[in-house]
C-alpha cells in the first residue's frame, strides 16, 4: 500500500535544506528477475480481481447470500476489487523501474485510492467482526433490531467516509498547509511518508484499534460457545426430576382436571375436599399428562439450540481465520512504516519493506478465498457460478 520502491531507500532529504534527492535507479534487478516479478505482479492482480468479481456476482446472483450480515462481505470485495483493479497495477511499473510515469495529478488519486480502498478494507474486517459479536452473543436482540443503525448500507457507507477522513484529506491538502511538497519528479508518495508522527497516529486507528476491537469480539465469540457447550453438556447429564417437582405441581391449575382448581382455597378447606381420586392424579400423573409434549417440546427446543451452536462455531471459525490472515499480513508493513518514518528510511532494507509492502495487497486477494471456507452458502453459491452443470446436478432429485 501507498509508496513507491524509490524513495524506500532513504535518500530523501528534508525540506529545511532545500537539496532534491537524486534520480533514483531503474532497476536493480537482472531482467529475468524483472520479468518474473512483473509476472508475479500481474498474477497478484488477476487473482485479486477475479476472486472478489466472482464474490459480488455471487451476491448479484443469489438472493440466499442477501443477508443483512453477508452485506459487509460484499462491502469488503468492493474495497478489495479497487485494489486488484487499479492499485496494483499502476504501481506495477513503478515497483520494476523506480519512477512514476503518469503525472502528477494520478500520483494523487492513485494515493488516495491506495489508502481508502485498504483502510476501508480493515474498516469492513472490523465491521463484520462486530457483526458476527451480534448475532452470536446477543441473538434475540440482534434479530429484532430495529431503525437506521440497522440498516447494513447506513453502516457500509459510514465505513467509506471515515476511511476517506483518515488519510485523504492530508494526501491532497499536506503540500498546501506545509507550504512546500517532499515528492520529487518521477516520484509518487505521501506527503507525509516520512513524518512518524503522523503515520503512528493514523496507523494506530487504521491497524491497532482494528486488531485490539477484532480481537476482543473474536475472545467474547469463543467465550459465548464455550459456555454454551458447557450448560448443554449439563443439561444432557441432569438426571430426571424429582418426585418433590410432581407434587409441586399438584398445586398449580391443571388443565385436564377440573377438581384442581379447588387449590385456590385454603389448605385446610383443600385438605377436606381432596378426593382419592385426586390423590392418585398426584401420585401417578393420568395418561393425558401434557408431560410427552413437554419432552417433545424440550428435543425440539435442544436440537435448533445445537443447531444454532454449530453455525455460531463455523460463523467463529470463519472469522478467526479472516482476522488472523488480516494480522499477519499487516503487522509487518504497520510496524515497519512507523519505524520508517522515524528514521528518515535508513535503517529499513529496501527489499524487506517491498517484502511487506505486497504482503499488504496479498490480504485482499485472499480474502475472497476465506469466505467459503466455512460458509456453505458461498460455497453453493461459487459452484453456481463456477461449475453450474455440477450445481443442477447437485440440486435435483435423485432417481
Known sequence: MHNSTAEADGNITGPCNGTSSPQPETSEFSMGVLVLLALLMVLLALVTVLGNVLVILAFIMDRNLRHRSNYFFLNLAISDFAVGAFCIPLYIPYALTGTWYFGRGLCKLWLAMDYLMCTASVFN?????????LSVTKAVSYRVQRGIMSNPVVKMVAIWVFAFLLY????????????YSTVKEGQCHAEF????????????????????SVTYF??????????????GSIQDS???????????????????????LEVEDSVSSLTRSLRPSLVSTCASPPPMSPTPLRKDFSASFRTNAGSKLQRDKKIAKSLAIIVCVFAICWAPYTLLMIIRGACQGRCIPRTLYEITFW??????????????LCHMRFRMAFMKILCPQKFAKLRSPSI
Not at 474486517?125 to 459479536?133: A, E, G, K, N, Q
Not at 503515520?199 to 486488531?211: D, G, H, K, M, R
Not at 426430576?241 to 398445586?251: I, V, Y
Not at 504482503?359 to 467459503?372: D, G, Q, R
Open 218 to 231: 473474536n475472545v467474547h465469540i469463543f467465550h459465548n460457545i464455550q459456555r454454551r457447550q458447557r450448560r
Open 125 to 133: 474486517i472490523v465491521l463484520i467482526s462486530y457483526d458476527r459479536f
Open 168 to 179: 485523504c484529506p492530508a494526501i491532497f491538502l499536506w503540500e498546501h498547509v506545509s507550504g
Open 238 to 260: 441432569e438426571p430426571p426430576r424429582s418426585s418433590s417437582s410432581s407434587w409441586r405441581s399438584c398445586f398449580l391449575p391443571r388443565p385436564d382436571v377440573s377438581s384442581s
Open 359 to 372: 504482503l499488504l495487497w496479498l490480504n485482499s486477494s485472499l480474502n475472497p478465498f476465506l469466505y467459503p
Open 193 to 212: 511518508f516520512d513524518n512518524w508522527y503522523f503515520l503512528l497516529c493514523a496507523s494506530t486507528l487504521e491497524f491497532f484499534v482494528p486488531l485490539l
